[in-house]
């Protein structure tokens, strides 16, 4: 495994959002040299700029000479905001928000990579930031608006009382009707069709969060501009520092210095 103590840096980075909101982040980097790129990172939905995925990544990219901007979503985190006023378009612009602020303060990105739902946001704006030559999704869904059963059972309550409540590992989450509205509306089939920038399709087998049906999709409407990992034994959270560096090994390899 890499040694990161020596060879990364992470600095806090704050940027503002469509809605005025600030946004935290931390800008993983390589230590005492220039990156040879930079990129973006879109946590899952209700997680957070820390969850441990995220770090490990950011740390081993950054050893591998690649910068990595991680950050909190609207209400998450360390970021200002309403959680539950947000939704899935939001997630897109202020993805390219994150992209214009490495653009004027230090490169702009030439890669997006996102998980799950921050995965299916970085498919959506990735032909809107020129820049991008890469996108990754770990785990991602290829249609943002076929609900599991809790988000269901939220959108029902939602539809009657106009907010409906989540509980995602102990913890309580309010979510607007419009978030479901507008994850309805959010088809992915055109956008990964006429995708601009390769892809980077990565999916577990065993993920019983998102099935990795949803993987092939991605790969089927991509066609001869996508390429997949198939990571056995990684689940939906990618926690383990192992897998992370696969993973990390497999991007660096696309974006060379």
Request: hydrophobic share 40%; net charge negative.
């Amino acid at each position: 495994m890499s040694d990161w103590q020596d060879q990364v840096e992470t600095e806090r980075v704050v940027f503002t959002n469509a809605d005025g909101f600030e946004l935290i982040g931390a800008l993983d980097r390589p230590k005492g040299r220039k990156p040879h790129a930079y990129t973006v990172f879109s946590h899952c939905f209700t997680c957070s700029k820390q969850f441990k995925a995220a770090v490990y990544l950011g740390r081993e990219l950054a050893a591998r000479g690649i910068a990595m901007m991680r950050f909190d979503f609207p209400g998450l985190g360390d970021s200002e905001g309403d959680f539950s006023q947000t939704t899935f378009t939001g997630y897109v612009q202020d993805i390219e928000r994150a992209a214009g602020f490495l653009r004027k303060q230090y490169e702009s990105p030439r890669a997006l990579i996102g998980h799950s739902l921050g995965g299916a946001a970085s498919l959506r704006a990735a032909n809107r930031i020129e820049s991008v030559e890469l996108v990754v999704t770990l785990a991602a869904t290829a249609y943002p608006g076929r609900l599991g059963s809790r988000l269901m059972s939220a959108r029902e309550e939602a539809d009657a009382t106009g907010l409906g409540r989540l509980r995602v590992q102990g913890r309580s989450f309010q979510l607007r009707r419009e978030f479901f509205d507008d994850l309805a509306r959010s088809s992915l089939e055109e956008t990964v069709r006429g995708l601009r920038p390769s892809l980077l399709v990565i999916h577990a087998p065993d993920d019983e969060t998102v099935p990795y049906r949803y993987a092939e999709t991605l790969l089927a409407w991509a066609g001869e501009k996508a390429d997949h990992l198939k990571m056995d034994g990684a689940a939906h959270m990618y926690g383990n520092r192992e897998h992370v560096e696969t993973i990390a090994g497999a991007i660096a390899e696309r974006i060379p210095g």
